[in-house]
Each structure stands twice: as structure tokens, then as C-alpha cells.
């Protein structure tokens, strides 16, 4: 007899603006899709890929309506659920959830966005920072949840990574595990026929390339390619923003433009002196692995091609 070494849940994850019980006894389709990220790792990108494959290159007016991020307390559970209940085509959901927080299906498709940990800092503080009042409230007010302090960060950002890597700014509020924790669960599951990780960076560098590997995983094929890509380029998806990001105009500070902030990596070489890149490096890979922090650094295309930084 062989064991079930297949991914499973083992904790629930609670924070100010997510709740991992929306997913016990969730009711999947087979051919469903879930794309889970660590927060700033790229997520609203792959989703806008997702669907692109999904409705062969159609304008999207509205991603969150179409994949609903399930785990989160906004807007109420029951709304999601019943609007993924109605929709006929292929479903693709959204989740922030460690691997070991998300009820696993065998039947379904999992991708995993992994960013640099120091990139997804510098968008992190970018994105909950300009968190505006109103969404915060709404999340706080939300049935079930509780009051806590605001959990917007201050304005510096160098200030803000380091309490972040010391794991004393939690992201996801409340129990939510760590980066490193939430990479390595997926990292370990990378060879899971139904499960996908997809680098940031490789997005960055040949997204044609990346979009038909995951095409491929999915076994879609659209009938223009061209049009697909070009609807999940950076500059489409920050000149569409309006109709494109989560919680729309009301959610952040300036507004949608300020959820798809620049897109690049590395805004941290002009803030983070030498030792503190040694410093992150070495934790990456005393957290992760030689292997899996090498990858969470270069992406797969980088592996081969550049030197780690």
C-alpha cells in the first residue's frame, strides 16, 4: 500500500480581510481553475491570463465579478458563491491561501504566482498603504470579523520591509502565515500533476512564452493568440484599470491606477544596502532552500540564464 502524499488541509487561516472556511465543502466543477498567490505576487495578472484564455481574447469588464477571490471577507460569501454557481463557462477563483490553509480538489488546476520576496514587499507596502478607509471599514464590519488597529503601514518603505522580514508586519492580519511558509508549501507540491508555479519575472521576460505554457496546462487553445497577449500586457491592463481591479475606484487611495502601480522589479536596489541583500538571501535560503530560494529569485527562464542577484 502507498501513502497519500497529495496536498491537504491542515489549519484554517483567519485574518482582518480573509477567512479560509469559505472553502470547506465549496462545491467545484472539474474543470475549474484556482489561482493562488502570496499578496503582490502578480495575482490580478494571471487572473486577466486566466480569462483571456477562458473567453478566447474577449475585453474583460469586470475580473473580480468573473473570478471572485473566495476566501476574502468582502463582498459576503454567499454573493460568491451563488454568482460562481450561475456562471456556465470554465470557472477561474481566486485565493491568498497557503497550500496547507485551502481545501485541495485532485480534479482541478491549481497556478502558483511566486514573486522575490523583496519585490513583493515594495508592491506590498504600495498596496496597503493607499488602502482607503472605506474598504478597510467595510472589511472590519464584515459579519464574523473583529475590530483590530489600522493595519495600513507608514509612508517608509525601507521601514516597512524590515519589520516585514522580521515576520513583525503580518500582511494578511491575524494568524496568516508568513512568505516564506506560504512559497515552500507550494514549492514542495511543484511536482503535483493538477498544480503549476509560475515566476513573476518569467512573465516579465517572454509572457507570449509564459501564456502558452499555461494554455497548455490548462488545454486551451484560443484562436488568436496575439489578441490574448496583448489584453494581459502591463500597459493594457493599467490603461483598463477602471474595469479591471478588485473593489474598484472606492478601494484605494487614487483610485485603480494606484492597484497597478509600476509592474517592475527591483525598486529596492535604491533603498536596501549591500548587507541587508546578503542578509535576505541568506534567510531565503536558510527558510526555503538552496533550490527553491534560487528559484523564487531568478524565476524558471532565470535559472539558466542569469546569474542570481
Known amino acids: 500500500m502507498t501513502s497519500d502524499t497529495r496536498p491537504r488541509k491542515t489549519r484554517e ?66 454573493e460568491k458563491l451563488d454568482r460562481l ?46 488602502m482607503s478607509d472605506t474598504l478597510i471599514n467595510a472589511a472590519l464590519d464584515a459579519p464574523g470579523n473583529k475590530r483590530i488597529p489600522d493595519p495600513r503601514p507608514g509612508p517608509d518603505v525601507h521601514a516597512f520591509y524590515r519589520a516585514w522580514i522580521a515576520g513583525q508586519f503580518d500582511i494578511g492580519g491575524g494568524k496568516s502565515p508568513d512568505f516564506f511558509d506560504h512559497v515552500r508549501g507550494w514549492w514542495d507540491a511543484r511536482e503535483t500533476p493538477n498544480i503549476l508555479l509560475v515566476h513573476y519575472n518569467d512573465l516579465v521576460a517572454d509572457l507570449p512564452g509564459q501564456i502558452r505554457r499555461i494554455g497548455a496546462f490548462l488545454g486551451i487553445e484560443p484562436s488568436n493568440w496575439d489578441t490574448v497577449t496583448t489584453h494581459c500586457t502591463f500597459d493594457y491592463m493599467k490603461e483598463n484599470a477602471v474595469r479591471i481591479v478588485p473593489f474598484g475606484e472606492i478601494g484605494f487611495v487614487g483610485g485603480s491606477r494606484t492597484f497597478i502601480n509600476k509592474g517592475t522589479n527591483e525598486r529596492w536596489r535604491d533603498v536596501l544596502g549591500e ?33 542570481r542577484k
Not at 485574518?15 to 490580478?44: E, H, Q
Not at 541587508?276 to 535559472?303: H, I
Open 13 to 78: 487561516n483567519q485574518g482582518w480581510l480573509w477567512d479560509s472556511t469559505a472553502w470547506n465543502g465549496f462545491p467545484f466543477r472539474k474543470d475549474d481553475i484556482v489561482v493562488a498567490t502570496y499578496a503582490k505576487t502578480g495575482t490580478t495578472w494571471m487572473q486577466q491570463i486566466v480569462l483571456q484564455l477562458i473567453f478566447d481574447g474577449a475585453e474583460i469588464e469586470n475580473i473580480s465579478g468573473h473570478s471572485p477571490w473566495l476566501d476574502c471577507r468582502l463582498p459576503p460569501l454567499q
Open 85 to 130: 454557481a450561475a456562471q456556465t463557462h470554465r470557472r477561474c477563483i481566486k485565493t491568498h491561501l497557503a497550500l496547507d490553509c485551502l481545501v485541495y480538489n485532485p480534479d482541478i488546476k491549481y497556478i502558483y504566482v511566486a514573486r522575490d520576496g523583496r519585490d513583493v514587499a515594495w508592491s506590498a507596502h504600495n498596496h496597503f498603504h493607499n
Open 275 to 307: 548587507a541587508e541583500v546578503r542578509a535576505y538571501r541568506q534567510l531565503a535560503e536558510d527558510r526555503l532552500g538552496p533550490a527553491c530560494a534560487a528559484w523564487l529569485e531568478l524565476g524558471w527562464l532565470g535559472l539558466e540564464t542569469r546569474p
